[in-house]
């Protein structure tokens, strides 16, 4: 496992340098409790456009994660590189713990005209949030891709979903990956 980008980039002054007796304790505790679990199901949406990529990552109020999406031309979507200039992939909410607890948390890709070929798909554990004390949060991945605009795939044809967790300050820089095959436009 690789330690998070966004550990080198910015430290917030609400997020803990590093676990203190009190969050040892509470994880230790929520080890052996019951918590409530959030629903990390995303929420109903229309499919994606005929040629539109859509990559959700959704996750508690427990953590800032975050999603990282490696196009074709291997420039990679993030907070720090939106739109991407080859591929058009804008990431359209960075959700910082700040932004709210609401639950469930939803992050998105999104390719309006998706580039064939293959891409990555990678989650950042970059901070716990005030109040949480987990070792690792979990979160879902979905890809819809809308289909071709002729022939090949119909719409909503191609849809994939990844459950999993992150342990905190980790990056997991595959999560999945799928290939929009060549030759299909």
Not at 171 to 176: E, G, K, M, R, T
């Amino acid at each position: 496992m690789q330690r998070s980008p966004r550990q080198r980039r910015r430290s917030h002054p609400n997020v803990p340098r590093g676990p203190s007796l009190s969050a040892w304790l509470a994880v230790g505790f929520a080890a052996g409790c019951a918590t409530h679990a959030p629903s990390l199901d995303a929420p109903a949406r229309t499919p994606p456009a005929p040629g539109e990529l859509r990559i959700e990552l959704v996750f508690g109020a427990g953590a800032d994660l975050d999603l990282y999406v490696t196009d074709p031309a291997q420039e990679t979507v993030y907070f720090a590189n939106t739109p991407s200039r080859a591929g058009g992939g804008r990431l359209e909410a960075d959700l910082l713990c700040e932004t709210g607890m609401r639950e469930p948390r939803v992050e998105t890709v999104v390719f309006e005209n998706a580039p064939l070929g293959r891409y990555r798909v990678g989650v950042d554990h970059a901070a716990s949030c005030k109040g949480a004390g987990g070792a690792a949060e979990a979160f879902v991945v979905v890809v819809e891709f809308g289909g071709f605009r002729s022939g090949g795939l119909r719409s909503g044809e191609l849809r994939r979903e990844v459950r999993a967790e992150v342990p905190r300050g980790r990056f997991l820089p595959q999560v999945l990956e799928l290939d929009l095959p060549r030759g299909q436009r």
